[in-house]
């Protein structure tokens, strides 16, 4: 993956910070370089924690458009406890049918110079029942984790292709429906076979 970790004992967090902008300035790459710095806390016992903590850093740079790094020092222990939760929901979603919380948008693609539909980008969106919108990164990463990424692709897989069916069955036969999935799920045996 493109998400690395270093961990420093001993340092003071200006020095950390004065590092990676040193490491930032001195790479030359069109390469958007990003860091997370996950300060000691209470909330983090173990290694399952830090490696939540990855995730949860890593979903706040993607929302972080113009951040270089962000700071997860404060509030880290609540986020680690959403983050078990919505594991243990997407784990039950994945015993009872992901369809009961998730649901899956499908987004024109619109050629502006022809002002024509030209296709549909697949989205997959989960509405909480009590804590509402959960971002996709966060749904995905979690997926992964935990090794239910292949049964979440294959219901969104499933959506997707009945979305395609009712656009064909009205004659849109020439419209082209993309569908994202993790490289674990496409060098899966029999993956092209299933599709």
């Known amino acids: ?66 951040a270089r790094y962000v700071l997860m020092n404060e509030g880290i222990q609540d986020e680690i406890l959403l983050n078990q939760r919505l594991e243990h929901d997407l784990r039950r979603l994945s015993a009872t049918g992901f369809g009961e919380e998730l649901y ?19 989205l997959t969106r989960w509405n909480h029942r009590e804590l509402g ?26 959506e997707t292709l009945k ?3 009712k656009l064909d069955e009205v004659g849109l036969d020439d419209l082209i429906v993309s569908f994202n999935a993790s490289i674990t799920v496409i060098e899966q045996k029999g993956f092209v076979h299933n599709l």
């Open 1 to 66: 993956d493109d998400v690395f970790s270093v961990v420093y004992q001993n340092r003071q967090m200006v020095d950390i910070i004065r590092t990676i902008n040193n490491i930032f300035e001195n790479i030359e790459s069109e390469l958007d370089l990003k860091a997370g710095i996950i300060h000691e806390t209470e909330a983090i016992a173990n290694l399952q924690d830090v490696i939540r903590s990855i995730d949860l850093t890593t979903v706040r740079l993607h929302d972080e458009k113009e």
């Open 104 to 122: 899956v948008e499908f987004q024109p693609q619109i050629d502006i110079v022809n002002n024509k539909v030209t296709g549909f980008e697949t």
């Open 133 to 158: 919108l959960i971002p996709p990164p966060l749904i995905f990463s979690i997926a992964e984790r935990n090794d239910f990424d292949i049964a979440l692709s294959r219901w969104v897989l499933t």
């Open 163 to 165: 979305f395609i069916k």
